[in-house]
DNA sequence: ACCTGAACACCGTTCAAGT
DNA sequence: ACCTGAACACCGTTCAAGT
C-alpha cells in the first residue's frame, strides 16, 4: 500500500487560521474563472496567483502541484452533481420504472446543463487529472442511487442488477458527456433528454419482470 | 472563413523526396512509441525526435507544433476504426435488426479491443488535441453506414432515423470509450459486449415498426 | 503561521548555418 | 531540398528571506 495513488494531489496542508481559509478559498475561485476564461489548456498557476491576488509562493503553499489545483475543483463539482443525483433518488423512489428512468434523466441532465461552461471545462482535463479515484467514487454513488431505485420501482423487477445497473449508470454518464464534449446546442440536447430516456427505458424494460 | 480551424494541425509541407517520406513516418512511429511507453501527459517533442532519430528542427520542418503531431496520430487510427467499420456494416447489411446490432458492436469493440493500448491513450489526449474536426468527421461516417445498415434490416423498419441513428452512434462509441478510460479489464468487456448489443437492440426495436 | 518573488529546471519552438 | 542544434520564451515549482 504505503499511501494512495493520488496523496500529490491531495492539500498540502490544512488552513489554520481565518486569513489562510481566505486564501484557500480564493485561490479554488481563481482557478475556476481562469478555467472558464481562459480554458484549462492555457490555465496557468501564475495566472491563478494573480487573480487571487496572492504569490505563486502562497499558491504552492496549499497545493503541492497544478494537478491538485484542479483536482480539488473538480471534486467539488462532482461533490454537488453526486448530491443532486441523490437527492433526485429520493424523489423518485416507488414510482413506476417509466417515471423513475425519465425523471432521473432529467434530473441529471439539469444538473450538468446548469453549470454547462463548467462541465465542458473539467470533462477536458479529466485525462491529465489523474481523477481515476474521484470517477470511481463518483460511479459507485450513482450506482448505489440506481440500485436503490430501481429496487424501489413499483412495477417492475430488475434481473441481474449487478450487471444492469453499472451499465445505466454509464448509458447516463457517457451519453451526457458525449454530447457536451461534441458541443452539442439546445436542439441535441433536447434529443437526448428524451431519447436517452427511451434508451434506458427500453434496455431497462428488456431486462426486467413484472413485479 | 479564411481557412479551417485546425489548419495549424497540418502537416507543415509534404516531402518530395524518399529520404523525407521515411523521415515522417519514423516520426509518426516514434511518437506512437513514445506515446505508449511515456504516456501522454509525459510526451516529450525532445523524445520523439530522438528516437525517430532526427533532429528537433527535422521534426518542426514537417509538423508546426507537437500538437499536429498528435493529431496525425489520431488520424490514422480513426482512419483505421472507420474503414473496419464500414467493412463490418457491409458484412452485416440486409440480415435481421437483432443480427445486425450484435454483429456491429461486435465488430466495433473488436477493432477498439485490438489496439487497446493506443485507444487509451489516443483517449487520454483528445481534449488536448482540438480533434473536433476529426470526431466530427468520424461520427457522421459511423452514422452514414449505420443508416444504410438500418435501411437494410430484413425484419424492422426504423422510425426517427434522423433521431436514432445519432443516439445509437454516440450509445456505441460513448459506452465503449467510457470502459476503456475506466481501465475497464476482461470482465468488463465481455459485460460489455452482452449488454451493450441488448441496449441497443432494445432501443432500436422501440424506434421501429415491422418491415 | 503565513506570505513573497527571484531563481531554477524543463520543454516547446525558432532560425541561422550547414549539406 | 533537407537537416542541425544552440538559443529563446514560457511555465511549473522551490526556497531563502520576510511579517
Redesign the interface.
Known amino acids: 500500500m504505503a499511501g494512495s495513488v493520488s496523496d500529490h494531489l491531495k492539500p498540502r496542508k490544512t488552513p489554520r487560521q481565518q486569513r489562510s481559509v481566505m486564501t484557500v478559498r480564493a485561490i479554488t475561485e481563481a482557478t475556476i474563472q481562469v478555467l472558464l476564461v481562459r480554458g484549462?489548456?492555457r490555465l496557468t498557476t501564475t495566472d491563478v496567483a494573480q487573480r487571487a491576488g496572492v504569490s505563486i509562493g502562497t499558491l504552492y503553499q496549499y497545493f503541492p502541484n497544478k494537478g491538485a489545483l484542479l483536482h480539488a475543483v473538480l471534486e467539488q463539482h462532482l461533490e454537488m452533481i453526486g448530491a443532486a443525483f441523490e437527492a433526485s433518488a429520493k424523489r423518485h423512489r416507488g414510482r413506476t420504472l417509466a417515471e423513475i428512468t425519465e425523471g432521473m434523466v432529467a434530473d441529471y441532465l439539469d444538473a450538468k446543463i446548469a453549470n454547462l461552461d463548467i462541465s465542458r471545462a473539467l470533462?477536458?482535463?479529466?485525462?491529465?487529472l489523474d481523477a481515476?479515484d474521484l470517477?470511481?467514487a463518483m460511479?459507485s454513488r450513482i450506482e448505489q442511487a440506481l440500485g436503490m431505485l430501481m429496487e424501489s420501482a413499483s412495477d417492475k423487477l430488475l434481473e441481474r442488477p449487478e450487471?444492469?445497473v453499472?451499465?445505466v449508470r454509464?448509458?447516463l454518464?457517457?451519453?451526457v458527456?458525449?454530447?457536451i464534449e461534441?458541443?452539442g446546442g439546445p436542439s441535441e440536447i433536447a434529443?437526448?433528454r428524451s431519447?436517452?430516456s427511451?434508451?434506458a427505458?427500453?434496455?431497462l424494460?428488456?431486462?426486467s419482470v413484472a413485479a
Chains 1, 2 share one sequence.
Do not use: F, I, N, W
Request: glycine share 6%; no cysteine.
Open positions: 484549462a489548456a470533462y477536458r482535463m479529466l485525462p491529465d481515476g470517477q470511481k460511479a450487471d444492469v453499472p451499465m454509464m448509458l454518464t457517457g451519453m458527456r458525449a454530447t461534441e458541443q434529443r437526448l431519447e436517452l427511451a434508451m427505458l427500453a434496455y424494460q428488456a431486462s
